[in-house]
C-alpha cells in the first residue's frame, strides 16, 4: 500500500530538507515505522525549494510552495496538492486539523483519494470563520485520528466533526531514545537518588510544577533517599519554583533544577532516573513521556485522557489524579514499591511493543486499511 505523508506546514527559516528533517524526528520516526510495516511512503513536505531525497526505504518529496501564512484561508497549497495527487497514493495522511482546508482543495483535485487527518494537541478554533471554514473542510475527510478517543469530544461538541466521520486512535509520535545501564548513565550526568525522580516539561501551569513539587515533598520523608531533578525550557513558573524551595530547605536539597538541556543530552538524563513523574492537565500525546518509556522509566503520570492510552491496562506506571498532590504522592510511594533491577526492560519492552514507531506503524497500516476500504464502499 502506498502511503502519502502530507505536511502543509511552512517554516522558512529551515533552509535545508537535511535540517528540517533533523528537526521534525516526528515526520521521518512515523514514515519509517510505516516503511517497516511493508508500506511504501512518500512523504510530500512544504518548503521553500524543490527537492528529493530517498532515506531507507522512504522517498521525501520537498515542494517549494511558499505561503507566509501557511494553513490560512486564502492557502489553497496549490502545488503540494498536485503533486499528492499525482502520486497515485492508497491513502493520504494529512498532519494536523487546522491545515483540513488545504487537505478539503486535495480533494477536490482528486475526489476519491482516502485522506485521514491526525490530530497534533489541536485546539477547535474560536473565531466563527475559521470554525465554519474548518467544519466544511473537515466533512470532506474520510476519518480523523487522535492520540485518545476523548481528545474527540471538543470537536463533535463544537460541531466541527460530524457524527458520520470515522475517528481512529494513533499516538502521534514515538521517541529514538534507547536504554541504557543505569550505572553508566548516573557517571555521565551525576545524577543520584533513591529512587531517582525526574521531571522533563515546561514550568507552566498546565504543566503544574508546584503540584509536583508539593507530592514529592509528601512522599520524600517516606522514600530512602529520593531526589528529583527537573529539566524544563520555557520557565514561567520558575520565580514560583524557587521560593517553593527557598520555603522548603529540606526539600530544596533535594530537588535539582537543571533548565534547559540540548535535547542529545535528554537519552542519559533519563537513563538515570528511576521515576518520571508529570503534573500535565491537558497533553496532546506526551512527548516526555514517550522518552522516558523508551529508556525504562517507570511513569508517574496524571489521569488524563492521552496518559490513560499511553499507559493502558496499567502494566507499567501509575496514574494520579491532576491538581492532587496528596495523590501524587501516594502514587510515587506505590510505585516506587514496584521498581526491581530488571523493570527497566519490562518498561522498555512494553514501550517496543505498543510505541515505537514500528508499533505505531503496525497500527497505523490497520487504520489506513480500514479507511480505505470505507471510502471504497
Known sequence: MHIACVSYSYEPHLKSPEELLLAYSTLSGWAEGLASAGARVTVFQRFGLDAHIEC?????HFVEDKMPRAGGPLDRAPRVNQAVAQAGAAVAHVNGLPFAWQAWWLKQRRPQLPVLIQDHANSPPCHWIKAALLRTALRRMDAVSFAAPEQALPWREKGLLQPETRSFSLMEGSSRFRLRSRASARRETGLEGKPLCLWVGRLNANKDPLTALTGFARAAPHLPAPHLAMVYGESELLPEVTQFLADQPAVAGRVTLLGKRPHAELEAIYNSADLFLLGSHHEGSGYAALEALACGVMPVLTDIPSF???????????????????????ALLATSRRLFPGMPDRVRAYFEAHWSFEAIGREAMHVYREVQNGRAR
Request: net charge negative; charged share 25%.
Open 308 to 330: 490513560r492510552a499511553l499507559l493502558g491496562r496499567g502494566e507499567v506506571g501509575t496514574l494520579w489524579p491532576a491538581k492532587d498532590p496528596d495523590a501524587l504522592a501516594v
Open 56 to 60: 531507507g526505504d522512504v522517498h521525501y
